[in-house]
């Protein structure tokens, strides 16, 4: 489970940057503001690590895991259907809030 996570993360890092010049045409992104697109996900990314661990360790791995993996899909589908430059980048922030809940969590113990 913790690889379809992390497989997750991955795919959706690597379409975001595959997209990125498609996303600059459809939301008339200037270069310097496109960056904050991949900008968004990656200072998220860092910022919540703490945060999803101490979740973890308060309300259970395993809970906090699937909750992650929810709501990172609904955060994923938001930055696929965001029409704004602005929704987008809060969309790409929104989508690792629950990434690093799923992150951070150790395997249980056996």
């Known amino acids: 489970m913790l690889c ?15 997209a990125l010049p498609s996303i600059r045409a459809d ?16 200072l998220s990314f860092g910022g919540f690590m703490l945060l999803g661990g101490r979740l973890g360790d308060l309300y259970g791995h395993r809970r906090m895991f699937l909750a992650g993996l929810a709501l990172f899909t609904v955060a994923s589908g938001a930055c696929g259907l965001a029409r704004t430059r602005e929704l987008l980048i809060a969309a790409m922030l929104a989508v690792n809030a629950p990434a690093r809940a799923r992150r951070t969590s150790p395997a249980p113990h056996r």
């Open 4 to 18: 379809l996570g992390v497989l997750m993360i991955v795919l959706d890092t690597t379409i975001v940057n595959v």
């Open 27 to 42: 939301l008339k992104f200037t270069e310097t503001s496109l960056v904050w697109v991949v900008n968004a996900y990656m």
